[in-house]
């Protein structure tokens, strides 16, 4: 048999432990799947940035190389323009850049892409002249 004070301690501890679960009444904000404890949701700009590399290097880096030289691995066998030299920039508006990528141009195939993503690509062709 258990001694008195053991029994009593027990006694306490289970009484005291039940009442102190407290459930949370549930609110609109619990649906929506957010909490202090979820991770931050991705800002619409960085995921788009994201898709615009992520298409660049599985689209076009092939061919144009990932620096936009030309260099790609199927760069020599269809000529792709070294698209980082100032005379090419010179020679194309945005939206020559942004048809081309849409209904491709010579072995170019054309790719079916978002309006925001087609913008996104031709930045990056832009960004080239800076390098």
């Given amino acids: 048999m258990r001694p008195y ?7 306490w501890l289970v009484s005291t432990g039940c009442d102190r679960h407290v459930t949370r009444e549930w609110t609109p ?3 929506d799947g957010f909490s202090a404890n979820s991770p931050p949701r991705a800002d619409p700009a960085q995921a788009q940035a994201h898709l615009v590399e992520v298409t660049w290097h ?8 990932p620096a936009g030289r030309g260099d790609g691995p199927n760069g020599p066998m269809v000529q792709a ?10 020679s194309v508006s945005d939206a020559q ?3 081309a990528i849409l ?4 072995k170019m195939p054309r790719f079916e892409l978002s309006p925001t993503t087609v ?5 990056r062709v832009r960004a080239f002249q800076r390098h």
């Fill in 5 to 11: 004070w053991e029994l009593l301690l027990t006694t």
């Fill in 29 to 31: 904000a619990d649906h």
């Fill in 58 to 65: 599985r689209q076009c880096a092939t061919c144009h190389g």
């Fill in 81 to 90: 323009p070294d698209l980082t030299q100032p005379t090419w920039q010179e």
């Fill in 97 to 99: 850049i942004a048809q």
């Fill in 103 to 106: 209904q491709g141009k010579g």
């Fill in 119 to 123: 913008a996104g690509l031709v930045q």
